[in-house]
């Protein structure tokens, strides 16, 4: 009989049907909502499933083996409720589920192959004359025969023990290598820790100006005319290779860094508002609502700005100390400053006019900018909406900020351990967040508005986990850049922009760190950073180290 793969529905809109594939040159079952799809879900009701969300394979040698993987779905792939990373052996009766509440099958093979562990169903007795053995010709029972059939069964059935046992064996000793090779003999697998803190680590969204405290004004940097004039009166461009416009930087008197010339006005159109919008995560510290995070994330205005794109060339006024013009240079891209919004020291009180250009006086008491976030969002894994938040604390020393957000009900905290001396080189690490380079997911949801009811699209966060090893704890003035003081620096490469402000997890399942910044190196390396969670924990104000 030729076998077959059958999958019995068991939830959501597909419940009670059965599906039959035959294994003959069937090398692979692709399952998702897409219509290219061999086993497809509907779009419109099971968003938990992608549009490529897992595959069955199949090798069809004797005896059949099949395995199951995960095509890197957002929502994940679980066997037996456990997530699954890669491909994992499927047996007869295994219960295969897309998303955490996602629709289920189970998985089947007709007929099933020799040794194959099968389903537990209760035998419904024989009848009377069915236990005789087969008479012979001539209706008498063949002794022989009977016995060599029981010799089989119970050859057979050691067999199938010694085969459990086995198995049972290697899963064991597996399970102790992976534990082993995290962070000891008593440490969880990445899976329980992972599974431990997804419903803790929560995606951030922001956008956020620059604005004029005096005026209460948004401010720009200036941009000027690529051109200027000769003797003869001729108009030249600056750099013909540029565009119509270059970026404008002063230089104060004393100063020997330049800094981008800020205005009150937006030039008409010409000048570019100093803003942006970005991604983190974070990680909740308060069942009451409290969320610790990167200060880049929450607080953008006080990490490093990243200029526009595209400019090639810049143009710098030189100020004297009567704060007037005394010369002009040019400068390229790779010159621009490493500057940070909020350390802003000059200002423009309107348009900009080469030949007037002026300090404006300032009560030295006051701020000359302010930061301010038009939106500040946190979202759960697995959740459509957006939780309005607010900063709450932010470190003026390093990478760490403290926001807020109102829910009812409490929220489920991650563990810390914020005893830094027990942190050592090459202690295993988990990290947790929403890197900008992984796919996004997205679940297309129906209008419920009368007056909008167009199909309207929102992610579905969900997080990446990533392992390794603390490479090297940096202390004192070797500090990176932004994180002055002690940082770690991590042996994981698979972290980028969007993990800012993830939780840095121990073997333990605590949190020792928070993911600060991923910076490549020569060649294909790249280094990560993470500031400590004694910086946090100081944020939040708490009176004990917590171990």
Excluded at 306 to 323: I, S
Aim: charged share 20%; proline share 8%.
């Amino acid at each position: 009989m030729q076998q077959r793969i059958v999958l019995r529905h068991l939830s959501a809109g597909k419940a009670n049907q059965v599906e039959e594939f035959p294994v003959v040159n069937l090398r692979e079952l692709v399952i998702g909502r897409d219509p290219s799809c061999a086993v497809r879900y509907e779009a419109d009701s099971e968003d938990l499933v992608g549009r490529h969300h897992a595959k069955i394979l199949i090798d069809s040698t004797a005896p059949l083996i099949c395995s199951v993987m995960d095509l890197n779905s957002r929502s994940g792939t679980f066997l037996s409720k456990q997530r699954i990373f890669s491909a994992v052996r499927l047996l007869p009766g295994d219960v295969v589920q897309l998303g955490p509440g996602g629709p289920e099958f189970q998985f089947d093979i007709d007929p099933r192959p020799p040794g194959a562990r099968p389903t537990r169903i209760a035998a419904a007795p024989l009848p009377p004359d069915s236990a005789a053995p087969a008479a012979a010709e001539g209706g008498l029972a063949d002794p022989g025969r009977s016995r060599t059939r029981k010799f089989l069964i119970i050859a057979a059935i050691l067999a199938l023990a010694a085969l459990v046992a086995a198995a049972a064996f290697w899963n064991a000793r597996t399970e102790k290598l992976r534990r082993a090779a995290l962070a000891g003999k008593s440490s969880p697998i990445p899976v329980e820790i992972a599974k431990a803190n997804f419903n803790s680590v929560v995606f951030l969204e922001a956008g956020w100006k620059l604005f004029d405290t005096e005026s209460g004004r948004p401010l720009s940097q200036v941009y000027q005319v690529n051109a200027t004039a000769n003797r003869k009166k001729w108009i030249v461009p600056i750099d013909k290779d540029a565009g119509g416009y270059l970026p404008v930087f002063v230089r104060l008197p004393g100063e020997s860094n330049i800094e981008p010339m800020l205005s009150t006005e937006d030039g008409q159109g010409t000048y570019k508002a100093i803003a942006g919008a970005h991604t983190g995560s974070g990680f909740v510290v308060g069942a009451d609502g409290y969320v610790l995070t990167s200060r880049r994330v929450a607080a953008a205005w006080d990490a490093r700005y990243n200029f526009p794109g595209g400019e090639r060339t810049g143009v710098v006024y030189l100020l004297d100390e009567k704060m007037e013009v005394k010369g002009r240079a040019i400068v390229s891209a790779s010159q621009f400053p490493a500057w940070a919004p909020a350390a802003a020291k000059f200002v423009l009180q309107g348009a900009f006019e080469p030949g007037a250009v002026r300090m404006p006086a300032r009560p030295s008491n006051r701020k000359l900018v302010e930061g301010r976030n038009d939106y500040l969002d946190v979202t759960f894994v697995k959740n459509r909406i957006r939780i309005p938040a607010k900063p709450a604390r932010v470190s003026d020393r390093i990478d760490v900020a403290l926001v807020k957000i109102e829910i009812p009900g409490p929220l489920r905290e991650v563990k810390l351990n914020g005893n830094h001396d027990t942190i050592k080189p090459g202690d295993a690490v988990l990290v947790m967040g929403y890197p900008a380079i992984s796919p996004d997911a997205a679940a297309v949801t129906r209008s419920k508005n009368a007056l909008n009811p167009d199909l309207a699209a929102k992610g579905l966060p969900d997080p990446t986990v990533s392992l390794g090893q603390v490479g090297r704890i940096v202390r004192g003035p070797e500090g990176a850049g932004e994180t002055p003081g002690e940082v770690y620096q991590l042996t994981v490469n698979s972290t980028g922009s969007g993990n800012s402000g993830g939780p840095v997890l121990d073997g333990q399942g605590r949190v020792i760190a928070i993911y600060t910044a991923g910076r490549p190196m020569p060649g294909d390396a790249a280094v990560s950073l993470a500031v400590p969670i004694r910086y946090g924990i100081e944020l939040m104000g708490a009176g004990k180290v917590m171990k």
